[in-house]
């Protein structure tokens, strides 16, 4: 009914996530990365430029060239944990706050070479990607559920890399 306050609830989920790729903006845990200082850099400077000005069509395009981006690489993270069995635990495990913590730090430097490895071995990010302190908590989490070695795996079968040393630009591979 339209008395109802939470009528709207999931439209509003909806803009927040469309907003801000990573968390409910409202969220005070919400963490605030480098990639989402310089989204959000981009986005400060266009809102003060003239809607009808170059400068602002350009920052435009970059804004939602960044937003696709990373939408990409988190569908295809999501589309390979759900590949390894957690269909459900998907979004949670790729949830990033600032409650978020390493499990054990014996595990931080077998997580940085995983990362750096899915870096360079894989397309699961693109070629101009810099990589993103998020997803050294992600593969920290797998290290837990000893699911990292088959995530690589996995990732160098759906995203392989061009032989090269070529980036594949299109999705997973054969």
């Known amino acids: 009914s339209n008395n109802n306050p939470y009528a709207s609830f999931g439209a509003t989920l909806?803009?927040?996530?469309e907003q801000n790729l990573w968390s409910t903006p409202h969220d005070v845990t919400h963490t605030e990365a480098d990639d989402?200082?310089?989204?959000y850099n981009m986005i400060v400077v266009r809102n003060q430029l003239d809607k009808d000005s170059e400068e602002w069509q350009k920052l435009n395009y970059d804004i939602y060239t960044l937003r696709q981006?990373?939408?990409?690489?988190?569908?295809?993270?999501?589309?390979?944990?759900?590949?390894?069995?957690?269909q459900k635990e998907a979004d949670s495990l790729l949830s990033v706050t600032k409650l978020s913590i390493i499990s054990d730090s014996q595990n931080m430097r077998?997580?940085?070479?995983i990362l750096l490895k899915?870096?360079?071995?894989?397309?699961?990010?693109?070629t101009s990607w810099e990589l993103s302190e998020r997803y050294?908590?992600?593969?920290?989490?797998?290290i837990a559920l000893d699911a990292a070695d088959?995530?690589?795996?996995?990732?160098?079968?759906?995203?392989?890399r061009r032989p090269g040393g070529d980036r594949a630009d299109e999705g997973p591979g054969p």
């Open 118 to 126: 899915l870096s360079e071995e894989t397309n699961i990010f693109p």
């Open 69 to 86: 981006t990373r939408k990409e690489v988190r569908s295809r993270w999501k589309h390979i944990l759900e590949d390894l069995g957690f």
């Open 110 to 113: 077998k997580a940085r070479d």
């Open 14 to 17: 909806a803009r927040d996530e």
């Open 150 to 160: 088959e995530f690589f795996r996995m990732a160098s079968a759906a995203y392989p």
């Open 36 to 39: 989402d200082r310089v989204l």
């Open 136 to 142: 050294l908590f992600v593969v920290d989490r797998l």
